[in-house]
């Protein structure tokens, strides 16, 4: 099955047993959370199955023009095995599926508070650039809007909408990004062990939803105070002690809706501080305008293994 979606790479490493623990975690959280994902990974996992029974079944063919002493269910036809194929793709999905659900449970899951993850406050104060504090939004060019364009919130009354960069500026990173600084020193001293991740988690929408839009996540982990570690921030991300990690997600062309993306991250023992950093990258082709984007429900989890057995 071709499909520009890079969590069919992920269901190819569960499939073939090179998936890692994180990995197998992370398929099951997308296959709880993304309906037609999980539709697509029973069709994907059946129509492989069935396809490398058929052409076993077609590497050896039978010869039908000899009398055979066999008993008839040994003339296995490559319909026959294509359909067993497939009862063996639903027996494996099952089997996998159970599997990675049975490991996610033993992951302990702590919402950690957003401010205003929806952008409903009206009142609230939106800094330029990196916030002066925690509990608050900074962005580059957005603005807090109602229903716009045909665009509705995926939650609320309330999205932010990320105005492009002009490329004419003169910036190191034309991206739209937004900025938010989470505070962990409230946080359990056991809360965080050696295995603990953060996962944040966000929703956009694309002005342009024919074409293929980029988006980015951003996470960093400072051992100081927010107080401190927003002060020279970009130039702290560059030492060795700093966890940072980073991803970027493509839209799906032609589908109008709010698309929902995730980046996990190790957080280390002593952090105090998270920064999240989300954006709408512009096209790479410089002849081409950036357009509009729209953000809406950001979440950031606590992610605990408890006891999981290899």
């Not at 969590?7 to 975690?25: K, S």
């Not at 199955?49 to 269910?73: C, D, Y």
């Not at 957005?142 to 716009?148: H, I, L, Q, R, S």
Request: aromatic share 8%.
């Amino acid at each position: 099955m071709k499909t520009s979606d890079p969590r069919f790479e992920l269901i190819r490493r569960c499939r073939d047993g090179q998936a890692t623990a994180e990995e197998l975690a992370e398929l099951e959280d997308s296959l709880r959370e993304d309906v037609g994902f999980r539709k697509a990974y029973v069709q994907y996992a059946n129509i492989d199955v069935a396809l490398i029974a058929v052409s076993k079944a077609i590497t050896f063919p039978i010869e039908t023009n000899k009398p055979s002493g066999r008993s008839p269910w040994l003339s296995w036809r490559p319909l026959s095995a294509a359909a067993a194929g497939i009862m063996i793709g639903l027996f494996c999905t099952s089997l996998v599926f159970g599997f990675v659900a049975q490991r996610v449970k033993a992951v302990k899951r702590i919402p950690l508070e957003v401010f205003d993850h929806g952008f409903e406050d009206t009142k609230q104060e939106i800094d330029d650039g990196m916030p002066r504090r925690s509990g608050q939004w900074g962005v580059d060019s957005a603005v807090v809007v109602g229903t716009e364009n045909g665009v509705r919130p995926l939650e609320g009354k309330q999205m932010l909408r990320l105005e492009p960069i002009p490329r004419e500026k003169k910036v190191k990173n034309h991206a739209s990004r937004v900025y938010h600084v989470l505070d962990l020193g409230s946080l359990p001293t056991d809360a965080i062990s050696i295995d603990t991740e953060v996962k944040v988690t966000a929703s956009f929408y694309s002005s342009k939803s024919e074409l293929c839009s980029r988006y980015l996540i951003r996470a960093v982990a400072l051992s100081e105070p927010p107080s401190k570690a927003t002060r020279d921030f970009w130039s702290k991300t560059e030492n060795d002690d700093v966890v940072s990690m980073s991803q970027r997600f493509d839209s799906v062309p032609g589908e109008s809706n709010w698309q929902r993306f995730s980046l996990k991250m190790p957080l280390p023992r002593g952090s105090k501080t998270l920064v999240f950093i989300l954006g709408a990258v512009p096209p790479e082709n410089a002849s081409e305008n950036a357009f509009v984007h729209y953000l809406d429900d950001v979440q950031v989890t606590l992610l605990t293994p408890q006891g999981i057995q290899p």
